[in-house]
């Protein structure tokens, strides 16, 4: 039979490249810890309307990307493509702020996009974001990349760079829209499609474009930052001012806009200098009237996701996990042994030791090669003699070295078998 395959774009994470996921969740839950946010975890799909009316209609996420479907109610679905729509929507129906007007939320999850899968880009990807709701000032922004750029420096990463810029406010925008469409019409003809699409409807878009002929266009274009407000320039220079002063190196990338519609004022992204590829391991920004413009109270906000794969395969070069030892792998034979195997087993369990059965029943001699290649720090044997005798033995690997302890003393033995377990596992380390 045709085997079945998984999905396009999407992808397994076995256990072998997971330790390296738990690692990085680990690291990032402590330093979003330390910070005092908290989690939040919002429903894989929500109805469309979120989607169009939250991120925008003329979005390549709204346009092309959205896993939208009917479901057998006939409601239309859509996959998450991102993830602060749903807090927002969350926020907004549980009358968050009327606990504490300020809200450090994180949260973690997959993320559909229907996307042209390569290196760095799938359908189903995951991203950790952080919103810090209800703060207009400059230095919740500039706490939101410290945090980002935190989690990057905890992992040892180097070689990254955060681009920012203002993309003021709404009626900036409107005046900068208008000298930009000017300046394109001129250069219609050479545009990309989707670029043409945009002229109309939403060119400031098009500075997100991809297509390099489009980019090369856009060199000459006027740039938004001549069109800000006093406001949105001064709330740009503190920001700037506080990353100075949190010593975070940044780039003023004057044509960075971001790809959803509901940013105002700061943008940002931080990119690795390493790959060619995708480069874009994080992405965020100001959006201060998302929450009014979703039936919400007038909130500002400011938040950013980063995209885990992309983190992860950076990680990978700059942490080294290696495979964690099994602590003791119990070798037994016979019905009785099996039975007193399986007491130990729930014993060391509860002592917190990592314990592995065997479950083959094969001959010791394999049991034990097994216990090798499991890397266990000591197997513990019980055939049919020991019962007799009333013992197991307790077979060191590494040392070649075994005792035989009685079976009714086994646990008050056990802070023994513990010490020696971290002796053997230290010896294990300089081997
Ligand atoms: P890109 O320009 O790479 O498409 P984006 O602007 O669409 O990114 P955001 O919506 O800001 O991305 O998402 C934040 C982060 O999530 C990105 O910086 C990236 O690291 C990650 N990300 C986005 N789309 C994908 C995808 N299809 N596969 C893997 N990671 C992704
Ligand atoms: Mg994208």
Request: charged fraction near 25%; include cysteine; hydrophobic fraction near 35%.
């Amino acid at each position: 039979m045709a085997k079945i395959q998984a999905t396009r774009g999407t992808k397994d994470i076995l256990p072998s490249e997971l330790k390296y996921w738990q690692f990085v969740h680990n690291k990032i839950y402590k330093i979003l810890q330390c910070a005092n946010y908290q989690e939040i975890r919002t429903p894989i799909f929500e109805n469309s309307n979120l989607y169009d009316r939250g991120i925008g209609a003329d979005t390549d996420i709204v346009n092309k990307e959205m896993y939208r479907f009917r479901d057998r109610s006939n409601r239309d679905i859509t996959l998450r493509p991102e993830g602060t729509a749903g807090v927002v929507r969350a926020f907004i129906e549980n009358r968050m702020d009327s606990h504490d007007k300020l809200q450090r939320l994180w949260y973690n999850g997959a993320m559909f996009r229907y996307e042209r899968p390569q290196s760095g880009r799938q359908r189903q990807f995951h991203q950790l974001g952080i919103e810090l709701i209800g703060s207009a000032d400059a230095r919740a922004d500039s706490e939101v990349i410290h945090l980002a750029m935190t989690i990057f420096n905890d992992l040892n990463l180097k070689n990254l760079q955060l681009n920012i810029n203002s993309i003021g406010k709404i009626e900036d925008r409107n005046i900068y829209q208008a000298k930009l469409s000017d300046y394109l019409e001129r250069y219609y003809d050479d545009l990309d499609r989707d670029s043409q699409n945009r002229l109309s409807s939403n060119p400031i878009r098009i500075l997100d474009s991809k297509n390099i002929h489009t980019q090369q266009i856009l060199d000459g274009a006027p740039i938004i930052s001549d069109c800000l407000s006093i406001e949105s320039q001064q709330h740009f220079d503190n920001v700037c001012n506080y990353l100075a002063i949190l010593a975070i190196p940044y780039t003023i990338n004057k044509k960075l806009v971001r790809g959803l519609d509901y940013y105002n004022d700061t943008a940002f992204e931080i990119k690795t200098l390493n790959s060619l590829g995708q480069d874009t391991v994080c992405g965020g920004g100001r959006y201060d009237s998302l929450i009014e413009q979703m039936g919400g109270p007038k909130t500002p906000a400011v938040g950013c996701a980063i995209g885990l794969e992309r983190l992860l395969t950076l990680a990978k070069d700059t942490v080294n996990l290696p495979d964690e030892p099994v602590n003791f792998y119990i070798a037994t034979q016979g019905s009785a042994a099996n039975k007193t195997g399986m007491t130990i087993m729930k014993f060391l369990h509860q002592q917190s030791c990592t314990v592995e059965l065997d479950l083959n029943s094969k001959t010791f001699s394999k049991q034990i090669k097994q216990a090798n290649k499991k890397k266990a720090i000591a197997c513990i044997i019980i055939g049919e003699q020991e019962i007799q005798q009333g013992n197991v033995i307790i077979k060191w690997m590494l040392k070649q070295e075994q005792e035989n302890i009685p079976i009714t003393q086994f646990k008050e033995r056990i802070s023994y078998l513990k010490k020696k377990l971290l002796f053997m596992q230290s010896f294990q380390i300089i081997k």
